[in-house]
């Protein structure tokens, strides 16, 4: 699990650093790290082990090496520091010799002190931990010292200045009294310092004898103990597993190939159609009938753990004829975590634009009146997931009940009707276990292809049910898993389920894991059940976790995002994680843990010490915690179990107070957590949606610090002191008001860099910045010195985002963007193009699928355009481009584009073609702001995949033709259009939703 990556980043450590003591610390901890692990499996194979106590061990081992190391790889950086610091006070000690000039007793009082000062060195030295506590003493100590000195030089020199008058000798006399006595408290503390030392020496010979003697480490040596640990790690984590084989082809990897297809699949239901139908026609009354309010508002959806509550509502959540009768729909999820006001902030977001603008201002009745007036005027469907406590359901049925009209309706699922209105209980709809029938019929679904033949496993039928027990969680559990293995595999997994697994999928998928997948997994146990995940974050956590080391030589030049991306692949196949947004391209933009799974698995990551949150349980285990979860309302209950919080790796803040008042409750835990020592060790602090954390003071001291993600936080400042992190490898500062980056330091590591469209007013420099990935949010103008060398030296970019205000050098940016052959994802804005520059050809670009360009930067004559898009494109977003001529034709014949975006004024002309046989594989398509567009036409077979259109502000839109040959089309959205193209002519299974916005933009 986390065993063989601790292994990977210790050996990792030991290629980078030079210093031969350090190496062979490293090298020698590894090999007690082996011994022990080889005595492990012995006492295990002779039965003084059971399997779990073995793997706790190997788990606390490693552990305790992984600390040891970093915490003497912290005291030797801080004692390098602390060398220069020493040659300051030397220069500093020279200037007072300098004044000093012949004074006897001057002298002697700066050589006590300057001793002084080396004792302390000497004895800092040899005991790390007393030298960070006893610094700022010592220090002030020193200063003290050196401050009388000057005052006794400054006063002899006075006397002599004033021919030594009867008064000032008496004086004088006084002072040297003064001073005495000071020499002599020196030479005490001397001694007691000296006496110290020699005991510490001793004690350092007794417990590390033949620390001096012992041999370099070489290269293959490493290797060869590398080879042996992996080996032994991979043997104690996979006892008990179907021996799964991780292995993949990462020169014809292609980013989220093996999910692509799901975002198109609809939900799994099976065996609930009656429940459907019920459901369905207490939603919506009868064409002929005027319901006269025998449907209630409030509808449950009542079933036990597993039993696919969450994939009946999501199916008729997604009907057509619902989409087309309620106008205003919203799905949130409840968490105990919550208060009824974010609840309700979120069903705002959800259906009113405006909404999260006024969170941070308005008090929880202005939320309940806010929302009352955007669902008084239309039927809305809102739908509850997985409602768990009374004190959020009971506001948010009183809050919803007053606000909705007649026709709407609200729909709870949850496992007890206790949460559930008196009426709404009394008739909730309750989801069964399934029959032998429906169980196979939903097994089939999720295990086998359409075009394989079921009777040939019809032989597993009995025993898939026995398993399952009729669930559908279970019975989806063990098809994804068994989707993953050969045929002739499955009578083996059936049957280790059987006798291994009492019948508990979710522990068999998840031991049948490959090592390092498995972390990744528990990583989630962080975050709160059912909180929505940015696959992004995730994404990010993992590389700086550790978690996408590869452990095969062969993939080491594989970017850790393609290896956590295929990862993130595997989870969710076998459907531990559920994404819940799909982008139209086939990537998963967010995702979730069900809260079946998460109250699975969380106790078992708290108790390895993986991953630890004092909200849901108390911490039992041995281990240290490495990874800390918070929430801003329990932080002061959670300070009670600091002493367990030492040697914290990762920290990850979730505000439920949405936009609420400064964060002083983070400051000061975070605060007092690093004056005592706790985060010193720190690699990841995620403050991600945390309202204004106060974080200057004391990020300078998480010198470990690889990640920090200050994303929504809305910080106005950041101090200068974060560019000098020696290891900080991401840095997210999007969505924050900070306006300047402060030029300091050199973050050589740094790789992926948010902004949020800063200016370039401070000279930011890219010099040292040669292993950057992601460049997001920077705004360039004129004044900015940007060399070109530096722009060429930036290779390695993978996504890249810019900004050009008044720049009249963009033809030396294009000239750099179109070398830059590795971009997958491109964003540049160009507002005022003082040299009327065009972008260069970017055709050679095989690797970019996401491209937005805004601004006059394209070829406006259609013959240049053909050359201009790499057919490598997925999404493509054009603004103000000023195209003459119609692009379709042109765009049409990109083969992967799943995403098309024309925007204000991208094309001038006043009709648009779309030709029988092109665009084969889009998906969405937004025309907004089309000011001179009148005609539309769509021709057989074009189109064959579209799924969803939104039409947007196009004013002078006089007439559309051929959408009711779009069969798949499942939504069309009118936005501010005329009246005139409200009844364009459609598919029967396509709903068609208008809008008319005030403020719209567009």
């Known amino acids: 699990m986390d065993a063989g990556i601790i292994v990977s980043s210790l050996i990792e450590k030991w290629k980078n650093i030079e210093s031969t003591t350090a190496k062979n610390m490293i090298g020698e901890s590894l090999h007690s790290l082996k011994e022990f692990l080889i005595r492990n499996n012995e006492l295990f194979l002779q039965g003084y082990l059971t399997r779990e106590l073995k793997m706790t061990r190997l788990l606390h081992r490693v552990y305790i090496t992984e ?38 007793e001057t002298k002697e009082l700066l050589e006590d002190s300057e ?92 417990l590390q004898p033949s620390m001096r003697l012992r041999p370099s480490f070489s290269t293959d040596e490493m290797k060869d103990l590398e080879i042996d640990l992996q080996a032994l790690c ?60 025998q449907s209630a508002q409030i509808i449950g959806v009542v079933g036990e753990r597993g039993s696919g509550k969450t994939a009946l509502a999501r199916s008729v959540y997604n009907r057509v004829d619902v989409k087309q009768y309620f106008t205003q729909r919203a799905w949130v999820h409840a968490s105990s975590l919550l208060k009824a006001r974010d ?29 009352t007036q955007v669902l008084k005027s239309a039927r809305h469907l809102i739908v509850i997931d997985d409602i768990e406590a009374r004190q959020v359901s009971q506001p948010l ?141 995730l994404i990010h956590l993992w590389c700086a976790e550790g978690f996408t080391t590869s452990f095969d030589s062969h993939y080491q030049n594989v970017d850790p995002e393609d290896v956590a991306e295929m990862y993130f692949e595997e989870l969710v196949i076998r459907n531990l994680i559920q994404v819940t947004k799909w982008r139209f391209d086939g990537r998963p933009k967010s995702c979730r843990i069900p809260r079946v799974v998460y109250d699975a698995f969380y106790q078992e990551a708290s108790d390895l010490g993986f991953a630890y949150s004092p909200l849901h349980s108390s911490h039992t285990s041995t281990h240290a915690v490495r990874r800390l979860s918070l929430y801003l309302n329990v932080i002061k209950s959670s300070l009670s179990h600091s002493h367990h919080l030492r040697n914290v790796r990762s920290y990850v803040a979730f505000d439920s107070q949405t936009r609420g008042p400064d964060t002083i409750g983070i400051e000061f835990f975070l605060n007092s957590s690093i004056f005592n020592k ?133 033809g030396t940016i294009f000239d750099w963007v179109s070398q830059l052959t590795t971009l997958q994802s491109l964003k540049l804005v160009c507002l005022e193009n003082v040299e009327k520059q065009e972008l260069s050809n970017i055709k050679k670009h095989y690797m970019l699928n996401d491209l937005y360009l805004k601004g006059r930067l394209l070829p406006q004559k259609s013959e240049q355009l053909s050359h201009f898009f790499p057919p490598s494109l997925r999404k493509l977003t054009l603004s103000l481009s000023g195209i003459e001529d119609d692009p379709m034709q042109i765009l049409g014949k990109l083969p992967h584009l799943n995403i098309l975006r024309l ?53 002078k839109m006089e007439s559309i033709q051929g959408l009711e040959n779009v069969t798949t089309l499942k939504d069309i959205v009118l936005t501010n259009m005329p009246w005139t193209s409200y009844s364009l002519p459609h598919h029967k299974d396509t709903a068609v939703k208008i809008n008319q916005w005030r403020n719209s933009p567009y």
């Open 67 to 104: 600390n040891n190391i970093d915490t003497w790889l912290a005291w030797r950086e801080w004692k390098i520091r602390r060398k220069k610091l020493y040659e300051v006070t030397n220069r500093l000690s020279y200037w007072i010799v300098y004044l000093g000039g012949d004074d006897f």
């Open 115 to 206: 001793k002084l000062l080396t004792e302390s060195e000497e004895l800092l030295r040899e005991e790390a931990e007393w030298q960070r506590r006893r610094e700022k003493d010592l220090t002030m100590r020193v200063r003290n010292c050196i401050e009388r000195v000057k005052f006794f030089i400054f006063d002899g020199r006075k006397l002599r200045d004033l021919e030594n008058p009867e008064e000032e000798k008496q004086e004088y006399g006084k002072q040297r009294k003064i001073s005495q006595k000071e020499r002599e408290r020196l030479q005490k503390r001397k001694e007691r310092l000296q006496k110290m030392k020699e005991r510490l020496q001793k004690e350092r010979e007794s």
């Open 234 to 293: 991979c043997q104690n984590e996979n006892e008990g597993g179907l021996g799964f084989s991780f292995q993949t082809n990462f020169e014809n990897y292609r980013a989220w190939e093996r999910v692509a297809g799901f975002c198109l699949e609809e939900t799994d239901v099976v065996g609930v159609e009656q429940q459907i139908k019920e459901l369905v026609a207490r939603l919506i009354p009868k064409p002929d009938g005027d319901d006269r309010g």
């Open 343 to 371: 609840v309700l902030m979120d069903i705002i977001n959800q259906i009113h634009p405006d909404g999260f603008f006024l969170e941070a201002t308005i008090s929880d009745e202005e939320v309940i009146a806010k929302l």
């Open 397 to 537: 049925q009183d809050a919803l009940s007053s606000s909705s009209s007649h026709y709407s309706r609200i729909i709870i699922t949850t496992r007890k009707n206790i949460f559930l209105p008196l009426e709404a209980a009394h008739s909730a709809l309750r989801v069964r276990r399934l029959n032998l029938e429906n169980v196979w019929k939903l097994f089939s679904k999720k295990a086998l292809s359409e075009s394989e033949d079921e009777s040939k496993f019809i032989k597993f039928e009995e025993q898939i049910l026995s398993l399952s027990g009729g669930l559908s969680l279970q019975v989806v559990a063990l098809g994804s898993l068994l989707s993953t293995k050969d045929h002739e595999k499955w009578s083996k997994v059936i049957e280790g389920a059987i006798t291994n697994f009492r019948g508990d999928m979710l522990a068999l998928s998840y031991q049948d894991l490959p090592p390092q997948v498995k972390p990744c997994f528990l990583y989630l146990m962080l975050f709160p059940g059912a909180f929505e995940i940015r696959v992004r974050r």
């Open 678 to 810: 706790d985060f010193s060790l720190l690699k990841v602090l995620d403050l991600e949606g945390v309202y204004k954390p106060e974080i200057n003071y004391f990020v300078k001291k998480l010198l470990w610090l690889r990640y920090l993600g200050l994303r929504s936080t809305f910080i106005d400042y950041l101090s200068s002191t974060v560019w000098k992190l020696p290891d900080l490898e991401t840095l997210d500062l999007k969505h924050t008001h900070i306006v300047q980056i402060l030029r300091s330091g050199r973050p050589n590591k740094l790789q992926h860099l948010y902004l949020n469209w800063i200016n370039n007013d401070a000279g930011f420099n890219l010099r040292y910045l040669k292993n950057l990935r992601t460049l997001w949010g920077l705004r360039l103008r004129d004044g900015f010195l940007l060399p070109t060398d530096d722009l060429i030296k930036l290779t390695c970019l993978r996504k890249l985002g810019l900004k050009l205000e008044r720049f009249t050098r963009s």
């Open 903 to 955: 925007f204000a004024d991208s094309y001038t002309g006043e009709k648009i073609e779309c030709k029988s046989g092109e665009f084969s594989r889009l998906h969405a398509l937004k025309l907004w702001k089309l000011q001179a567009v009148k005609y539309w036409i769509v021709e057989k077979e074009a189109m064959p995949c579209l799924r969803e259109i939104e039409l947007r502000s196009c004013t």
